[in-house]
């Protein structure tokens, strides 16, 4: 869908507030944000206004980088630099990055992008910086939803590669990048915000 000649999804819409109430104290002091798999680049935009302080360079892979170049214009904010072409499996940009930043992307890449996004972000990410993953999960190798279940049966009828991936399996990859699961926040619609420290002390906590 688009609108005024930029691609639209009402979902951005929809769930922008909810994880700006998560993200905002996150990245209080962080400075430079990496975010991947910008998507239509309005999350880009409706964040960076909102957190001023912090430069929130977007990324994706190059057929979307022109309705987020759309977005991004329009917007006109100077937090907001030109976005990077962004394939996991590609050359990353150099980092560190303060933070990092991933919405509904680990449910349409395979298992082994997966992986890749995960070893990638410890790489970029600075030791003691977070990387806020947004999007629907399974837990315990179980759905937490009739409608997440629906949802991961449409993923892998498109693609089978695609599909929710669970907390158990997330946490091993993180695990071998030196990221380590300080938050899990329950979001509407049956989704979740996991936060990930680079580095960082802290049990696991079963919910936010």
């Known amino acids: 869908m688009s609108t005024h000649g930029k691609p639209y999804a009402s979902s951005c819409d929809e769930n922008r507030e909810p994880i700006l109430a998560v993200i905002r104290p996150l990245f209080a002091s962080a400075r430079h944000l990496l975010e991947i798999g910008s998507g239509t680049g309005q999350h880009a935009v409706f964040f960076a206004a909102a957190m001023p302080h912090l430069t929130w360079q977007t990324s994706d892979v190059a057929e979307h980088l022109p309705g987020i170049r759309a977005w991004l214009e329009e917007a006109a904010l100077p937090n907001l630099p030109l976005p990077l072409t962004l394939d996991v499996n590609d050359d990353w940009p150099v980092g560190p990055f303060d933070a990092v930043f991933s919405a509904n992307t680990a449910h349409i890449m395979s298992a082994a992008d997966v992986a890749v996004l995960f070893r990638g972000v410890g790489e970029v990410l600075a030791p003691g910086g977070h990387f806020a993953q ?51 926040h329950a979001m509407p619609v049956n989704n979740r915000t996991l936060v990930w420290q680079r580095g960082g002390a802290g049990a696991s906590l079963a919910g936010g």
Do not use: I, V
């Not at 947004?134 to 695609?162: H, Q, V």
């Not at 997330?170 to 695990?175: D, F, I, S, V």
């Open 134 to 184: 947004y999007g629907p999960f399974n837990e315990g190798g179980r759905y937490t939803s009739d409608s997440n279940r629906r949802f991961d049966a449409a993923l892998k009828s498109r693609d089978p590669r695609m599909g929710l991936r669970d907390l158990d399996d997330l946490r091993t990859l993180a695990a071998r990048h030196n990221l380590t699961l300080t938050d899990n």
